[in-house]
């Protein structure tokens, strides 16, 4: 029996010496270079960093949907590199929900049986008054019973991120969440998942290029070839911003020196 919860204050993720290295016919490329972070509950993280420096891997690993090469990822008291492929696929459903830049619904489904499809997957009895909170705050009550391709862009991921709501997880993983959507739309999708930090304590882990979608976070993380480069509680969009370019001079500088 696994304990889903442990002390009120055991963080929701925990990772540690996270390494992930992809095999290649010439040389290995390691995405990940032993990462450690603590994700506490009830808040919202950005992870951001030049393109190739190992975000998606990162939320990738963190949410069980691959295996790390070395380290360790705990989401709250439960260690994903003990679970079974069986476990890890029910931890996977139920534990955390993940967001992705293209929405990945069903287009054979309504907006509700896509909501409710990892709860169907699982066997789990939806928590019907959650459900209607959830409905409710992504503003979709109306549009239940139509399909994906029924809706723009931003209300597609409304449907995303109700569906990785759905289960009541402890995380929810967002990679490039707004990458695809409109400015107007990405406030909107941004809204939404400030809101369900704040009223739902919910804990949110989300890659962005945006620093300005980084802004709505309460902390930046960076990478840089796999490893955490920068940590900043609650920075303004123009010092993330700023600590960007920075970081790209210097990414720069050192590549036209080594290579
Ligand atoms: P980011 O999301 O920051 O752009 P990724 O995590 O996607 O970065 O990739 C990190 C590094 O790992 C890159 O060098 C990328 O080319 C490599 N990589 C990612 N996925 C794979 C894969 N499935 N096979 C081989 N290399 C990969
Ligand atoms: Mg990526």
Request: hydrophobic share 40%.
């Amino acid at each position: 029996m696994t304990v889903h919860y442990g002390h009120h204050d055991e963080p929701a993720v925990r990772l540690q010496g996270l390494t992930r290295v992809y095999p290649a016919d010439g040389a290995p490329v390691r995405a990940l270079a032993g990462v450690d972070a603590v994700f506490h509950r009830g808040t919202f993280t950005a992870v951001m960093g030049p393109s190739g420096s190992g975000k998606s891997t990162l939320l990738q690993a963190a949410a069980g949907l691959d295996r790390p090469t070395a380290g360790c990822v705990w989401i709250g008291g439960t260690e994903l590199s003990r679970l079974s492929e069986t476990k890890l696929t029910e931890l996977r459903r139920g534990r955390v929900g993940f967001v992705f830049q293209a929405f990945n619904l069903i287009g054979a489904l309504t907006v509700e049986e896509n909501i409710l499809l990892p709860l169907r997957l699982t066997g789990a009895r939806p928590d019907r008054a959650w459900l209607d909170r959830v409905i409710d705050r992504v503003g979709l009550g109306d549009r239940l019973r139509h399909r994906p391709s029924a809706l723009s862009g931003g209300q597609q991921q409304r449907v995303a991120i109700a569906r990785a709501l759905a289960s009541r997880p402890e995380v929810i993983f967002c990679d490039e969440p707004t990458g695809a959507l409109d400015s107007t739309t990405a406030t909107e999708v941004l809204g939404l998942l400030r809101g369900v930090v704040d009223e739902h304590r919910q804990t949110v882990v989300m890659v962005t290029h945006d620093p300005v979608a980084a802004s709505y976070a309460d902390r930046v993380i960076v990478l840089a070839d796999g490893r955490i480069v920068r940590d900043m509680p609650q920075p303004g969009a123009d010092a993330i911003a700023e600590h960007l370019a920075a970081l790209g001079r210097r990414t720069l500088r050192t590549e036209g020196v080594a290579r």
